[in-house]
């Protein structure tokens, strides 16, 4: 059973898993970031202590939740100097096996896009859980099913697979929301004249298959107003090339 923990990171991951935890009663014993400050800010918050440098973090806790970036995970796993411990990590994309040295380890990667000015409801947050042995796998779904109400088994390469997914559908969106205010902003248009359309369209897939739901002059094959459309971006060749691709990817749907 766990009930102490410490965090690696103080990100957006690192600090809305932290908090979570902490609501739930669960000690954190420290919080752990390369950035003082920030290991002292997110620390505060939890009633944990601050580390901003590896080698002084304890050995007392139950288990070591790692939520920095992808590149530094194996990195920073290694000058870990203890073997018996769970250590996790919360990456969708990154390999359980950067943590093999450890005897139980394993995955709590929770499926949500997280901003730390930004309250999310972690109960209906998805988590992707695996681990190297079936106790580890039980504990961490434990711990899982005490923050959410959506726990799942998910292997590593599923696990790329949902992370892919999530880029397109949330990384990817978010940036034509960032191109569609571009183009509002150009005209003095306020971005707010789109909510409405982009939560009926989030509202659709919510019980239909995005493909049945698709509209627009690329599914209806509207080739003036397709052709309108580059002409106004001519100004913006990526945007343009980007409008094309897409356009030209919902066709072949079709």
């Known amino acids: 059973m766990i009930k102490t923990i410490t965090i690696i990171g103080s990100g957006?991951?690192?600090?809305?898993?932290?908090?979570?935890?902490?609501?739930?009663g669960f000690a954190i014993n420290q919080v752990y970031s390369y950035s003082k400050d920030n290991a002292f800010e997110l620390a505060n918050e939890l009633n944990a202590m601050p580390c901003d440098d590896i080698k002084f973090i304890s050995d007392e806790s139950d288990a070591y939740i790692v939520c920095i970036k992808d590149d530094f995970i194996e990195e920073i796993a290694?000058?870990?100097?203890f073997k018996n411990k769970i250590v996790v990590h919360s990456s969708g994309s990154v390999p359980m096996k950067v943590l093999n040295q450890f005897n139980n380890h394993g995955i709590f990667y929770p499926l949500q896009t997280f901003s730390i000015e930004k309250e999310v409801n972690i109960t209906e947050v998805p988590f992707c859980i695996e681990a190297n042995n079936e106790e580890t796998k039980k504990t961490l779904i434990d711990l899982a099913k005490v923050l959410s109400n959506n726990v799942n088994e998910i292997d590593s390469e599923q696990r790329k697979k949902i992370h892919l997914a999530a880029v397109f559908a949330c990384n990817f969106s978010n940036f034509m929301y960032t191109v569609s205010e571009e183009l509002l902003k150009e005209n003095n248009i306020d971005f707010n004249i789109l909510k409405p359309l982009i939560l009926e369209t989030a509202k659709k897939i919510q019980d239909n298959s995005p493909t049945s739901m698709q509209t627009g002059p690329a599914n209806r094959e509207d080739k003036?107003?397709?052709?309108?459309?580059?002409?106004?971006?001519?100004?913006?060749s990526d945007y343009q090339d980007i409008y094309k691709l897409i356009t030209d990817s919902i066709i072949k749907k079709n």
């Open 12 to 24: 957006n991951v690192a600090t809305h898993l932290g908090k979570a935890l902490f609501n739930k």
């Open 78 to 81: 290694k000058q870990f100097s």
């Open 224 to 236: 003036d107003v397709i052709k309108n459309h580059l002409k106004q971006l001519e100004n913006n």
